[in-house]
DNA sequence: CGCGTCCTTGACACCAGTCAAGCGTTGTGG
DNA sequence: CCACAACGCTTGACTGGTGTCAAGGACGCG
């Protein structure tokens, strides 16, 4: 069974075998991290790449008066600071929610990755693209949705982004974190969390069991939270046009 | 005067002469666009990037019931779509404000700048970090602070990112938003942004008269809105650990 | 057993949305 | 030149979603 971040990869490129390959030695050196400890944090300016290969992380920063804001999750596949190299310092922490194994890419590997090989080199610029079109619908949903559609946002999208990297099957996934991990996602109290879970249930819209959740009509949660997929570019863009470019021009914006 | 594009690029990378020259040359050839129109419309997918180099523009999603949701606002120096090329198709539409001037990039002439230009590279690598970073304190923003301290932690970040391209004096700048554009960036209603502003006046943190925004005493404000620039990586990055790179590992995440 | 963590519930307060109405300025056509 | 519409701004009254405070229950773990 192929690692979750090549099957995250392959749906931003065409990675040939040799890629594949490549890949999979970059991922060779995992290591161990108990869930809720800090991957990096605010200030940091490391060297090199974090890789999620299993579990769930997030980004987030802290508040004046120590509230937490969760901007991202991180699932088996993505990259924590494919950035860093570039801003200089982390303007925000990461820390692992569930246990998690992570790989640690050094930076002259990455640039090696990018100087030779193109169709790699592209689907990290994917995979940077996506994260943003995730954050821009997360503020969608932040200003835009109340607290049970943007609730029901989240699972939909949870859904799809785990199902692409087979760790969902058709109307269900381990979903590792808390109530409380949960409102600092949405920015909601832990009681009104709470409650909108509840009315979720009640609504059977969702069905929430021992850190399971079973979504029992996928297409009217869809339809209630008001989710489309489409920010998330799952599909493979149309290679044609890009035929017999060099290698560097993949790369390019 | 230079202009902004290049001030704006030139905090996130050593630009040389020949850079710059580089730069001016592909910003030769402009457009004029009156205030409220579309440059690109969701799932368009152009051939090329646009640039800002006059004028207030703005990232928005429409939602299915009307409501706009206004998600990045695009100053002079900003690009529009500089992903485009990797995720087939725009998910969100780019609309002016005010009147701008706008330049259109060919796709061969990015890639030559990209092909040819380590810093260059490296700067619109830089560029899209902080699109991203400032996306995620929206994010915050959206989620975790109320309406008046939203609205000034804005207009704080208008006026440092104006003053990173010379747009903005010491304290005040021109605010080319309606009210109720400004309700569609924080997802407030029209009614509820009025008053937010009014209350603002008020506590004498700002005063907006004809379209200009003047801020009495800078510091409070921050305070007020709980602002620090730091997301917004104005500072440029120590190379000294970069030194003597080859062409293509400065474009390397 | 006792403690910590997570989940749950009820009562109450408040921020922000909605509805409705009115004002001022600008621009346009008769 | 005036009438009128369009737009942006302003105000008041009411509603409702969400936060806060407080308390207690369920479960796991040392």
Redesign the interface.
């Known amino acids: 069974m192929p690692s979750p971040f090549i099957l995250k990869l392959q749906h931003?490129a065409h990675l040939t075998d040799a890629d594949r390959v490549r890949l999979e030695e970059v991922c060779a050196h995992t290591r161990q991290v108990g869930s809720r400890h800090d991957l990096i944090q605010e200030g940091d300016q490391p060297d090199g790449?974090h890789l999620i290969l299993e579990g769930v992380a997030c980004?987030y920063?802290m508040?004046?008066d120590g509230?937490r804001?969760i901007?991202?999750l991180l699932l088996p596949g993505d990259f924590c600071d494919?950035?860093i190299?570039?801003?200089?310092e982390m303007?925000?922490g990461i820390a692992t929610i569930s246990p998690c194994t992570v790989v640690r890419i050094a930076?002259h590997t990455?640039?090696e990755l990018?100087?030779h090989h193109a169709e790699i080199t592209?689907a990290?610029?994917?995979a940077?693209?996506?994260?943003?079109?995730i954050?821009?619908e997360?503020?969608?949903s932040?200003?835009?949705r109340g607290a049970d559609q943007r609730t029901a946002h989240l699972f939909c999208e949870l859904l799809v982004r785990l199902q692409a990297v087979g760790l969902a099957d058709a109307n269900s996934y381990p979903l590792w974190l808390t109530q409380g991990e949960l409102a600092d996602v949405?920015?909601l109290s832990i009681v009104h969390m709470n409650r909108t879970l509840q009315s979720l249930r009640e609504a059977n819209l969702i069905e929430l069991d021992r850190r399971r959740l079973t979504i029992p009509d996928v297409e009217r949660l869809k339809g209630f939270a008001?989710f489309t997929a489409?920010?998330l570019?799952l599909?493979k863009?149309?290679r044609s046009a890009a035929r017999g470019r060099s290698l560097?021009?993949a790369?390019?914006?």
């Open positions: 931003g790449v980004r920063k508040l004046q509230r804001s901007m991202a494919l950035h190299a570039i801003l200089g303007d925000h930076r990455v640039e990018t100087q592209r990290l610029w994917w940077t693209l996506v994260d943003e079109a954050l821009r997360w503020l969608v932040m200003g835009q949405l920015a008001g489409r920010y570019h599909a863009p149309d560097n021009e790369g390019v914006p």
